[in-house]
């Protein structure tokens, strides 16, 4: 079975740095793309990151790009996003997901529960 | 940077009905578009790819169709558990979303 299982959400004061955890299993995470997606509290789906199988290719929305950073450990089947310089509008329910073809142009088959994060003062 | 405009913003519909949910790139994005569903509390859902593919498990009430620039999602006869929130997605370039579509009990 696919699984992805996101962690290390929690709570933050603006300015200051998080990184999450993405652990995939159930399917060979090397050959696939994996991408991040959030949502804010009541508010639609918006993608933040991908990045390809083997890190060539790594793609950011404007608004992350300079301050999250997304990279993977395939001996270890981990994403991760580090996120810097972190502001109220960003917090969310941030997801991970596998992308259907291994692309990073690609729609989204498997999803995680997603793991929270909140910037308040 | 590809928008996409999902109409209209909330359906209300009973049991048994047919919905059409409306999903218009700014750009001609082909048929790279995908639909969620998303139910409350838990992850988006994968229904179609590629404008008119059925994902793994999808029952067939669900169809969607659309090329270029305008696409739609029908669910020919609404189940109670597909009350939700839709959304389309492009994979022309980056993915985007747009902003959904609730289907609500009316």
């Known amino acids: 079975e696919v699984q992805l299982v996101e962690s290390g959400g929690g709570w933050l004061q603006p300015g200051r740095s998080l990184r999450l955890s993405c652990v995939g299993s159930?399917?060979?995470?090397?050959?696939?793309?994996i991408h991040w997606v959030r949502q804010a509290p009541g508010k639609g789906l918006e993608w933040v990151s991908g990045i390809t199988w083997g890190s060539a290719n790594i793609a950011y929305a404007d608004s992350v790009k300079g301050r999250f950073t997304t990279y993977r450990d395939n001996a270890k089947n981990s994403l991760y996003l580090q996120m810097d310089s972190l502001r109220p509008e960003d917090t969310a329910l941030y997801y991970c997901?596998?992308?259907?073809?291994?692309?990073?142009?690609?729609?989204?088959?498997?999803w995680g529960r997603g793991t929270l994060v909140t910037v308040s003062s | 940077e590809i928008v996409l405009t999902q109409s209209p913003a909330t359906l209300s519909l009973s049991p048994g009905e047919r919905a059409t949910l409306s999903c218009r790139a700014s750009?001609?994005?082909?048929?790279?578009l995908a639909w969620y569903q998303q139910k409350s509390g838990q992850a988006p859902r994968l229904l179609i790819y590629?404008?008119?593919n059925r994902a793994t498990g999808i029952p067939a009430r669900f169809s969607g169709s659309g090329s270029g620039t305008d696409f739609t999602l029908t669910i020919s006869s609404l189940e109670p558990e597909d009350f939700a929130v839709y959304y389309c997605?492009?994979?022309?370039?980056?993915?985007?979303f747009g902003g959904g579509t609730r289907v609500e009990i009316k």
């Open positions: 997605q492009q994979r022309s370039n980056w993915p985007s």
């Open positions: 159930g399917f060979t995470f090397d050959d696939y793309a």
């Open positions: 590629d404008a008119s």
């Open positions: 750009q001609s994005i082909r048929s790279y």
């Open positions: 997901a596998r992308a259907k073809d291994g692309g990073l142009e690609d729609s989204l088959d498997y």
